[in-house]
């Protein structure tokens, strides 16, 4: 419900006050600002309750006279507006209910467009999906070069295309090919990219973004020339989507790159290629119509639904502290830690820490062995170089961050010391005690992947403080961590590895002491099966039809290298 409006123009209080949905509009030197504030969620984000009251607010922004423009910005700290309720969309059955919900999203942002007032769109943090989607309509767009801010259309990770006009203006603004790796991946865009791209007009500080946006505002109302930074596009890139031929080359190639990703299973990434196709054929008013009957048909898709669980399930796991409930605990913060092995696993565990700003001090017992562990933690944070993910300073910032040490000096003051030795349970209680001994305060926590963590904490002086933290190859790869406790593992001691865990970009998962602990009981049936068809079958006979098999079926049967080898 409104709580009224006010007459009062010319301060900051507010014209338009909608506390069901957070939504606000005050008046700053003839500017309006609309304020976006979700009530009780930590993140905006879209659900039907917002469509009339943004109509409103639309509405008012056109008739009053005093008003020049607008500037769109989120009242929460890190993030603009992170997409569509989720739940709202599960609560749809009917394909019909989808399309409705899609057409209403493209009336709602054609109306944002057609504003003859201009609207600025003043980001900082995520601006997903439909957020997006809402920027995308706005006539200028203004983003922090803050890390938080990243904009991306990643409804295809639901199983999802974008339903509220993204599929047809996204490539409008930055070009076929950029659309396709956006849509098709999901994968979020940092502002500084963004920019380059066209997506953002102009990047500023977080603490001028609202005042720029303001006077952006009044440049675009009085007709002078905003800030606008000049696509670049390749020779290539023009002969390929300016005309017919090239844009079908682009649409071939994207769909034999999904149907080599995804085998064809999820629905979603074809749907997304073909409206694309379909609103360059037929122009933006038929994409949108077919964007909204592709978007209802996937909302009830079974894919979707169990993509959807995922995502929750998720989010849970994600607010999850590993404490046994009605149990809290606060964790230990995490500056510095001690990793014991330069090997694979240990060198690889360095890196996921550097990279989240932890110093490490990596010890083994011969300086070679520490001399390779840092070149293969360099070659990583090199390849992001590479990438242009980072500069070559932050890569210096990154690899200053190791300490190299054959001994246990400067362990006295690290948190946490994980180690990444051999899997021999005599080894593993040698450097328990040694650790224990110049570091008794510190966590310590075994990268094991089968030995029961109790039968490691059985030598330590402190058990309270040993807990499992089993990494998966390639460590800065793989997502997944796995945090085993035994009953002796103090609360804090698990909140604080759970935390850590996060802070290293890991999907943690807390799992009781047990042999295999969770993710290697699971995989040790499959690969028993595995070996007992080879047994059953006969490793020559497989190794004979396995060519045939893939003469006739193609890569699906390719035979197996390995297996070849072991046969010969």
């Not at 694309?276 to 009830?300: P, S």
């Not at 502290?321 to 565990?349: D, Q, S, T």
């Not at 103090?490 to 969770?518: C, H, M, N, W």
Request: proline share 5%; charged share 25%; aromatic share 4%.
């Amino acid at each position: 419900m409104m709580d009224g409006e006010a007459r009062k123009m010319g301060g900051t209080e507010p014209v338009v006050c909608d506390t069901v949905t957070g939504l606000t509009l005050t008046v700053e030197r003839g500017v309006a600002i609309v304020t976006y504030d979700q009530p009780s969620s930590p993140v905006n984000t879209l659900n039907s309750r917002v469509g009339p009251v943004f109509e409103r607010i639309f509405a008012r922004i056109e008739q009053d006279g005093s008003i020049v423009g607008a500037v769109l910005v989120s009242g929460k700290h890190d993030t603009w507006i992170a997409g569509a309720d989720i739940e709202e969309l599960t609560r749809i059955e009917h394909a019909a209910q989808g399309e409705a919900l899609s057409r209403g999203g493209h009336a709602l942002l054609d109306r944002l467009a057609a504003l003859t007032k201009p609207v600025v769109a003043a980001i900082h943090g995520a601006a997903l999906g439909g957020g997006l989607e809402v920027a995308l309509a706005c006539r200028y767009r203004v983003a922090t070069d803050h890390a938080k801010t990243v904009l991306a259309l990643p409804e295809v990770q639901l199983g999802l295309i974008p339903g509220a006009g993204g599929t047809q203006r996204l490539p409008r603004t930055v070009g076929l090919q950029a659309t396709l790796d956006m849509i098709l991946t999901g994968r979020n865009i940092k502002a500084k990219k963004a920019w380059q791209m066209g997506l953002v007009h102009e990047l500023v500080h977080p603490a001028i973004l609202r005042d720029v946006a303001m006077r952006r505002v009044h440049d675009l109302a009085a007709g002078r020339p905003a800030p606008v930074k000049p696509r670049k596009r390749s020779a290539t890139t023009v002969l390929l989507e300016e005309n017919a031929l090239g844009r079908k080359l682009v649409f071939r190639k994207a769909r034999e790159g999904v149907l080599e990703k995804t085998k064809g299973k999820y629905p979603a990434p074809l749907a997304a290629i073909d409206v694309i196709q379909h609103g360059y054929a037929e122009g933006m008013e038929a994409g949108l119509r077919e964007e909204a009957r592709v978007f209802g048909e996937l909302t009830v898709s079974p894919v979707s639904r169990q993509l959807a669980g995922i995502f929750f399930a998720t989010t849970a796991l994600k607010k999850d502290n590993g404490l046994p409930e009605g149990v809290m605990a606060k964790p230990r913060p995490v500056k510095k830690i001690a990793v014991l092995g330069a090997g694979f696993m240990g060198a690889g565990i360095t890196t996921v820490a550097v990279q989240a700003g932890t110093q490490v001090r990596l010890k083994d017992a011969s300086v070679e062995r520490l001399a390779t562990g840092w070149k293969a933690v360099r070659d990583v944070v090199r390849e992001r170089v590479r990438k242009r993910q980072i500069t070559k300073g932050q890569m210096d910032d990154t690899m200053s961050l190791i300490g190299g040490t054959t001994d246990y000096r400067g362990f006295g003051n690290v948190d946490l010391v994980i180690e990444a030795v051999f899997e021999d349970l005599a080894v593993k209680h040698q450097v328990l005690r040694e650790v224990q001994a110049v570091a008794p305060h510190a966590i310590f926590a075994s990268n094991t992947s089968t030995i029961p963590i109790r039968d490691i904490a059985a030598a330590a002086a402190r058990p309270e403080l040993v807990v499992g933290m089993h990494f998966f190859s390639p460590v800065h790869k793989m997502p997944l961590l796995e945090v085993i406790v035994t009953p002796e593992t103090s609360p804090e001691t698990t909140a604080t590895v759970v935390q850590y865990g996060r802070q290293l970009g890991k999907t943690v998962i807390v799992v009781q002491d047990g042999a295999g602990f969770y993710v290697n009981r699971i995989l040790a049936p499959y690969i028993n099966e595995a070996g007992r068809l080879l047994d059953e079958v006969g490793l020559d006979i497989a190794g004979k039809s396995g060519p045939i098999m893939a003469a006739a079926f193609g890569d699906r049967m390719l035979p197996s290298e390995t297996l070849r080898r072991v046969v010969e």
